[in-house]
């Protein structure tokens, strides 16, 4: 099975931009791995940020932006809020069979 | 308004057994792929298992494959997770997503198995 691998931590600034990434131990990430971007806050359940790489949700904030970049799928956070400290999860499709979930970034606003 | 609410996690011992369902409402359950997704206490999230909508398809991660059994009635517009032969690494929260995109999740359902 596929390995998916996150940062396991990042910090930004009040108003910065970060800069998540997702890998896979297959090789390149590319759209047909769908990849998805979920945020997870302490004691509630996931939100789904980010779909198939780029799209968003109704919910999802305007400074969240999800990407290709660099052979892996990204996140990046422009402008961070305090209340975006959170784990971050990436997820990406294998040939439409069984998902896997990176491991989890967690990202301090500090 | 979409929600997804599971039930039946609890306490069971190892090697026994347990049915989680998931209620749908908000929306037509039966035109949309339904996943399980698991969280270990302090741990990351885990895919589980899907469904087509019709349930005439099923995938399942190889930690579970042979043990657990996903279905769905779209008459009653519930999602059910049958698990068999638990062990201590299936302690976890049990998320109900919507798919078809993936993009609702329900509040889970905690599953401790221990003796």
């Known amino acids: 099975q596929a390995v998916v691998t996150q940062e396991p931590s990042l910090t930004v600034s009040p108003g910065g931009t970060v800069t998540l990434t997702c890998a896979s131990s297959?090789?390149?990430?590319?759209?047909?791995?769908?990849p998805y971007w979920f945020q997870q806050k302490p004691g509630q359940a996931p939100r789904t940020l980010i779909y198939?790489?780029?799209n968003k949700y109704s919910w999802t904030p305007a400074r969240f932006s999800g990407s290709l970049l660099g052979g892996k799928a990204a996140l990046t956070l422009s402008g961070a809020q305090p209340e975006d400290e959170a784990e971050y999860y990436c997820?990406?499709?294998?040939?439409?069979?069984?998902?896997?979930f990176g491991g989890g970034t967690k990202l301090t606003v500090l | 308004e979409v929600q997804l609410v599971e039930s039946g996690g609890g306490l069971v011992q190892p090697g026994g057994s347990l049915r989680l369902s998931c209620a749908a409402s908000?929306?037509?359950?039966?035109?949309?792929?339904m996943h399980w997704v698991r969280q270990a206490p302090g741990k990351g999230l885990v895919w589980v298992s899907r469904?087509?909508?019709?349930?005439?398809?099923?995938n399942y991660a190889d930690s579970v494959k042979g043990r657990f059994t996903i279905s769905r009635d779209n008459a009653k517009n519930t999602l059910y997770l049958q698990m068999n032969s638990l062990g201590a690494e299936d302690t976890a929260v049990y998320y109900c997503?919507?798919?078809?995109?993936?993009?609702?999740w329900g509040q889970g359902t905690l599953v401790t198995v221990s003796s």
């Open positions: 997503v919507r798919g078809g995109p993936v993009d609702y």
């Open positions: 908000g929306f037509t359950f039966s035109n949309y792929w």
């Open positions: 469904i087509n909508s019709d349930g005439s398809s099923t």
């Open positions: 297959t090789g390149t990430v590319t759209s047909g791995h769908y």
């Open positions: 198939e790489t780029s």
């Open positions: 997820f990406l499709s294998y040939g439409g069979v069984r998902p896997v």
